[in-house]
């Protein structure tokens, strides 16, 4: 149903692309033999069991005939591009997908070989990569399908790409109401492999379902024209998580999925499946207790004043990690219970009021986003304090905090790296 992988692995295992897509230097294995640099005290956790029990419950809830794309662009939305492919492909992803080369680039210089697709326009630049690393680009204009094809061309091979058509993204693909003349100049590029058809939806994850069943209907459209013309794509897919957990009948051969293995769903109204939980947690330590005195200010702008004697922990993370900048809002989880942050946070700093938590202590762990004991505290309600959506929340967490691979099915913790 996809485009076979490349069978030139050693070429792929040459690639060295000129990007840093590594994990920064105070990432190391914990429970291991540690490397010289002591892991900072502000991380995010990855957990592999539950990514690997995501993987399987999504495999068991589509149907057989479907086949699952794993969409691991932006460093996987954070978790780690490479660690979330792997996992994809061993629980039985047939294709990956990312948004530019570099992403690609990365994958390929670690060793997979399972199909990429990269989303988007590709500048001409780039053409001679895609061909050279196995790389399907999506195509939506003739000047780059006439490139490609030539190149294609010289090297006496044809090369695989997947055509886009915009049913009303208003983003990338050729428009549904323009299709046929753009379908019928596509077939006179001979070196092209029409591998896939695909849209994506704009509206897939709301309950009204009507503008994503008007791009479905276009999409069908464009289907029935390409059949009619003899052209028939092996592979045709419009759904994201969203259409893939609401909207059944469009799910065609393949799903692209990319937020929900995460354990994260798109909006708080689509489907769930039992067991779908997250898979990241962001941690930190108190590093400093402050013993303060009533009228006492914390932080940037005097934004808090203290109304009595007050403990205030600093713990080492801030908006510089991908924390909201806040003042005196959210809350964090200390001995699995819900504390108030106070005051500006800082690049580097964020405080709370331990007052409540006579027991805390310097060292202690200290979640932000994720999970403690009974306590909660989801990507969704980081996305509120911060005013944005949790696809942006996850993104948002910057490298400089260590990604540690967890597996608390087995207890074993690692680096990412």
């Keep these: 149903m996809v485009t076979p992988r490349s069978r030139n692995t050693r070429e792929i295992q040459r690639v060295t692309p000129n990007v840093n897509m590594g994990q920064p230097a105070s990432a190391q294995r914990v429970g291991a033999q540690l490397t010289s640099a002591p892991l900072r005290p502000a991380w995010v956790e990855v957990d592999l069991g539950q990514l690997r029990k995501n993987f399987r419950l999504i495999h068991a809830d589509k149907p057989s005939d479907v086949a699952m794309l794993s969409v691991v662009k932006d460093n996987a939305y954070g978790h780690g591009a490479l660690t979330v492919a792997r996992c994809a492909i061993d629980v039985g992803a047939k294709a990956l997908a990312v948004s530019n080369l570099d992403e690609a680039l990365h994958l390929r210089h670690s060793g997979i070989v399972e199909p990429i697709l990269i989303f988007g326009t590709r500048p001409f630049a780039e053409l001679p990569c895609c061909l050279e690393y196995s790389l399907i680009p999506c195509v939506d204009d003739l000047e780059t399908a006439e490139r490609l094809n030539a190149l294609a061309a010289g090297n006496r091979r044809r090369h695989p790409v997947h055509l886009e058509i915009d ?69 045709r897919h419009l759904c994201n998580s969203g259409g893939f957990l ?172």
């Design 246 to 417: 609401d909207l059944p009948e469009a799910h065609f051969d393949l799903v692209r999925l990319g937020i929900l293995p995460l354990g994260v769903y798109p909006s708080k109204v689509c489907r769930r499946i039992p067991g779908v939980s997250p898979v990241m947690t962001v941690k930190s330590k108190i590093m400093r207790i402050q013993n303060i005195q009533k009228g006492d200010s914390v932080g940037y702008g005097m934004r808090y004043r203290a109304p009595s004697k007050r403990r205030i922990g600093v713990m080492p993370i801030g908006y510089g990690d991908g924390f909201p900048r806040v003042r005196n809002q959210g809350e964090v989880l200390i001995h699995g219970q819900r504390t108030p942050i106070v005051g500006a946070n800082a690049m580097d700093a964020t405080m709370v009021d331990l007052t409540g938590l006579p027991d805390a202590r310097e060292g202690d762990d200290v979640v932000i986003q994720g999970r403690q004991k009974d306590e909660v505290i989801s990507v969704d309600e980081m996305a509120a304090l911060k005013g944005t959506v949790s696809y942006e929340v996850l993104c948002g967490w910057r490298l400089r905090l260590p990604r540690i691979e967890v597996d608390h099915s087995t207890q074993a913790v690692e680096s990412s790296s």
């Design 167 to 235: 049913t009303g993204m208003s983003r990338y693909g050729i428009r549904w109401d323009t299709r046929q003349q753009w379908m019928a100049a596509f077939q006179r590029f001979e070196w092209l492999e029409l591998a896939g058809v695909m849209s994506h939806f704009a509206m897939s994850d709301e309950l009204d379902k009507h503008f994503a069943l008007l791009q479905l209907d276009r999409f069908r459209q464009c289907l029935d024209r390409l059949n009619t013309m003899g052209i028939r794509a092996p592979v």
